[in-house]
């Protein structure tokens, strides 16, 4: 079955530190790619997608993602994060256009001031 | 992008009772998402309703146990029937952000507890 796999479940880091967090995908066929984000109270927001073309994507508040098609991967990215960054990511995966998305696990990312 | 409210926010339920939520967004979408977020867990599709007709639902769920309706381009509602406490759990409305692209945009998710 196709899935998605985030390596890292809980994440503390001090502010300023960088930050990467792993994600891959079972799927060698055409995926589109997302990370969403869900702070404290809020809402699942989308945080940045790939759909094609350059690999390396940015989105809000800093953060990028670069696909490796050749690992399967969509790694989360940010050079310095920020206390404000405290939430919970997840990344999902649409297989080919199919309807619906497959998340991963989450990881629980804690930013220490 | 789009703005989905559903309702209730929450909700505390008796066993073996069912509960109907609702989804409004502020546009009209072709297709609409149901999701679970079981506790400590992540969110998994529980069916695909388009307007006009029947919810396509996935591996796990029948339609006898989360029916679905969606009168509208703007509407839709999950019914958690004869529930049990392994039903509780988040669960959360979505929208198809356009294109066959696969973004979805989410609804803030109606948190249920079943005791």
């Known amino acids: 079955a196709q899935s998605v796999s985030q390596h890292n479940h809980h994440v503390i880091l001090s502010e300023a530190a960088s930050l990467e967090l792993g994600c891959n995908y079972s799927y060698g066929g055409t995926v589109n790619l997302f990370w969403y984000v869900q702070y404290p109270g809020q809402h699942l927001q989308l945080l940045l997608k790939?759909?094609?073309?350059?690999?390396l994507v940015k989105g809000i508040k800093g953060f990028e993602a670069e696909f490796i098609k050749s690992k399967f991967s969509f790694n989360l990215r940010k050079p310095s994060v920020q206390w404000s960054d405290t939430a919970e990511y997840f990344c999902?995966?649409?297989?080919?256009?199919?309807?619906?998305?497959?998340f991963g696990k989450g990881t629980h990312l804690i930013i220490q001031p | 992008s789009a703005v989905i409210s559903q309702k209730p926010s929450r909700d505390i339920c008796q066993r073996g009772t069912s509960l109907t939520i609702q989804c409004q967004v502020d546009s009209q979408v072709t297709m609409m998402f149901w999701y679970r977020q079981q506790p400590g867990q992540s969110l998994t599709l529980i069916a695909t309703a388009n307007q006009g007709s029947e919810a396509t639902y996935e591996s796990g769920f029948v339609i006898d146990k989360f029916p679905i309706s969606r009168p509208n381009l703007t509407f839709s509602t999950l019914t958690v029937s004869n529930m049990s406490p392994e039903d509780s759990s988040i669960y959360l409305c979505s929208v198809e952000g356009g294109r066959g692209s696969g973004e979805q945009f989410f609804g803030p998710g109606t948190r249920l507890t079943v005791l």
């Open positions: 999902a995966v649409n297989w080919g256009g199919a309807d619906g998305l497959t």
């Open positions: 790939y759909f094609s073309g350059d690999p």
